[in-house]
């Protein structure tokens, strides 16, 4: 009988002062279920629930993949409706994320999984579920985008939510 793993990810995961201006964004929301400060990250993808036996191939994806730091400007809030998920998000996406998006997408590793590779790349940080964008000005925030990670889901009411599987500073 075939193990899996929990639900995973590929994600820039920002560092603790990023989260903390992400923490005082998320506190002008009002309801809902905020995102614990620790798992505030922005995915590149989405790979679901995968056989155990990737996990290595996975983790080693994050040591090889062509990656350097990358200045990501979290500049307005943003909803997507039918979810009902609040996040942060850029009005200037710098070309180099997209471009680390499908390089993630294009190595070997991915090539023999089967997941949804949505065509809409939004890239965005989740504030809070189940509730809806104040209507404020959102303070800029400049994250040097350094740190990759792949990541697992841990389920239920963990908090945090998700649990770090490989991660590399670029």
């Not at 560092?15 to 990250?41: N, Y």
């Not at 500049?75 to 998006?101: C, H, I, S, T």
Request: net charge positive; proline share 6%.
């Amino acid at each position: 009988m075939q193990q899996n793993t929990g639900r995973l990810f590929f994600a820039l995961w920002p560092d603790d002062a990023v989260a903390r201006q992400l923490a005082d964004r998320q506190a002008a929301l009002q309801g809902g279920r905020k995102t614990h400060a620790r798992d505030f990250h922005l995915t590149l993808a989405f790979l679901g629930v995968q056989p155990l036996e990737s996990l290595p191939d996975l983790r080693r994806v994050v040591d090889e993949i062509a990656f350097s730091p990358m200045s990501l400007i979290l500049d307005r809030y943003g909803e997507f409706e039918r979810q009902k998920v609040v996040w942060a998000g850029m009005g200037n996406v710098p070309q180099g994320l997209p471009e680390l998006r499908r390089r993630l997408l294009d190595m070997p590793a991915l090539a023999r999984l089967a997941f949804r590779r949505e065509a809409g790349f939004v890239p965005h940080v989740t504030l809070a579920r189940k509730t809806h964008p104040p209507q404020m000005h959102f303070e800029a925030i400049d994250w040097r985008a350094a740190r990759l990670a792949l990541a697992e889901s841990a389920g239920g009411e963990a908090v945090p939510r998700y649990r770090l599987l490989a991660c590399r500073e670029a």
